[in-house]
RNA sequence: GCCCCCAUCGUCUAGCGGCCUAGGACACCGGCCUUUCACGCCGGCAGCACGGGUUCGAAUCCCGUUGGGGGUGCCA
């Protein structure tokens, strides 16, 4: 039985491209779903790719996504024998000819090249269109057409799952590939394009594409993953956010939908969000820890303190880097006042009374969620006023904010004692105003 | 200009000739729940670009129009 094998060739010119990223997975997804192999491919041709940096940030995000390959990679940089070689036989053959110290593939004047691509069905081109390309530079260095022909053949790839901007370059790697002797071609599957909300392909200079600029904002690889496999491809069975094991199991070729696709943060947001609310607290709590660490009170963190009000904002969390702003109130000595909070709820009557009587009764009771939760809903009672309304002043004085984890809960989280000193210390900002 | 490709709700998609008065998800808008926010639940808005065919029957097949995109380097 013919197993298949798949390459995932980037060009090493900086962090991983969002669009490549998906390429990858979707490389990685057909031959993990057929049992097949998997080859990184460092296409570094051009002398100014082959710096270390560069390569190394590929094989960090790829490893980030758990995305991984059989066998070691191959640098083209590496290969330049069997390229040279490869433009001799051309040569030799008469399929090329020398100009201007390049060599130039003599493409024929008549006739068509034509594949049947697993995404796009057939695709023509009359060869009367494409012009006699470079396929040696004057620098005696290989081109991209070259070492792409070449490896394919060379390295048995059976299929070659790439972008869509690579569809006109397809004819010229299966003149090249016949042209060195070869009579079968592997499948092609030219994926649909990233695009952005004007409906253009994802650039790095208008666009947000380094992969890692989403691992920085808290998106967590599993999400990742699962959106981009949502990009051209969708479930027969709709359901869209599932285990990748399940995704490679369902993954086809000939699934992948031909039009482009929208790069959409915001649906990215909402299931890395549901990623989040299907770790346990334990999880959720580790996957905070480096956005927790970068912050500026991380030095008064208390771990035992971090694992019990952790969970407290993990529901309320979509992306990590939403997560310390939730918390800083319980790492800070006081909490940092947001002003327009502040003036909304404060400058009422029934504030500084709701205060008042809050530190005169969070005093005596038992310390328990329950307790103060009765206490405050009694203080309500006393001023006609609804648990919700009566909780605001307490909530500003304690956090700072008029939105966050649930009150009560964090009151006792935080201690009977930094409460009181919190409303006291509210309670003076509103006399002195 | 030339070549190639694409066309289902705002967005991502399901649909591969009858199951479609087109399903799901995100977003948006209501409501419920509720200590804020969120989560959850319920409901709503919204789409087969257009015109011709083919067929008993078309979102599904064919042709054209329109619109959009990609490519046109001795980059990859």
Sequence with gaps: MSTSRLRFAPAPTGSLHIGSARTALFNWLYARHTGGELVLRIEDTNAELTRPELIDNIYRSLEWLQIDFDGAPVRQSERTDLYNDAVEQWLADDFAYVDEGAVRFRVPDRGTTAWEDLVRGTVVFENQHIEDFVVRRSDGTATFFTANAVDDLDLGITHVVRGEDMVNVTPKV???????????????????????????????????????????????????INYLALLGWGPPDDIEIRPVGEIVELFELGDVNPSSAMFDAKKLDAINGEYLRAMNPQEFCQALEPWIGQQTWSDSI?????????????????????????????????PEIDQSAWDKVMLSDEAGLILEAASAVLGEINWEVDALHDALRSIGDTYQMKLGKAQAPVRIAVTGRSVGPPLFESMHALGREAVLARIGAAQEMLADE
């Design 174 to 224: 299966i003149m090249l590939r016949r042209a060195l002797g070869a009579t079968d071609v592997p499948e092609f599957a030219h994926l649909p394009l990233i695009v952005n909300e004007q409906r253009k392909k994802l650039s790095k200079r208008r666009d947000d594409v380094a992969l890692e600029n989403y691992r920085d904002r808290g998106i967590v690889a599993p999400a990742m």
């Design 302 to 334: 208390d771990p035992t303190q971090l694992q019990r009000v952790a969970p407290l904002i993990q529901e309320r969390t979509r992306v990590l880097s939403e997560g310390p702003p939730q918390l800083d109130f319980f790492f800070l000595n006081m």
